[in-house]
């Protein structure tokens, strides 16, 4: 059982940054990888990357490549998702959620927090 609970978002000009955590707890968090999502209004949630509690992460949507990066810290349970050169596309609640390594979708997910871009 982990519990997430996702913050860092609220409202930010059009080429600005924020910075998103997700605090982890519950079961051994290294037995589960973590992503993040995001659903824009009116739009699918889609994924934005995928990052293990050893560091490895990866980028989906080729719009965030070199925009945004994903880095976990085991020892404070929480991961990250750095967003730079935000634009108004980028609007929408950001998820994070867990799976465990031999599940095929992700089981856990937090409450997700709003970010708006404005223009």
């Known amino acids: 059982q982990v519990q997430l609970q996702e913050s860092g978002g609220g409202l930010v000009q059009a080429g600005g940054s924020l910075t998103l955590s997700c605090l982890a707890y519950?079961?051994?968090?290294?037995?589960?990888?973590m992503g993040w999502f995001r659903q824009a209004p009116g739009k699918e949630r889609e994924a934005v990357g995928a990052?293990?509690?050893?560091?490895?992460?990866?980028i989906y949507i080729d719009s965030l490549k070199g925009r945004f990066t994903m880095s976990s810290e085991i020892a404070k349970n929480t991961v990250y998702l750095q967003m730079n050169s935000l634009r108004p596309e980028d609007t929408g609640v950001y998820y994070c959620a867990a799976r465990g390594f031999r599940d095929a979708t992700y089981t856990y997910w937090g409450q997700g927090t709003q970010v708006t871009v404005s223009s």
């Open positions: 990052i293990t509690w050893s560091g490895g992460g990866t």
């Open positions: 519950g079961s051994t968090l290294s037995h589960y990888a």
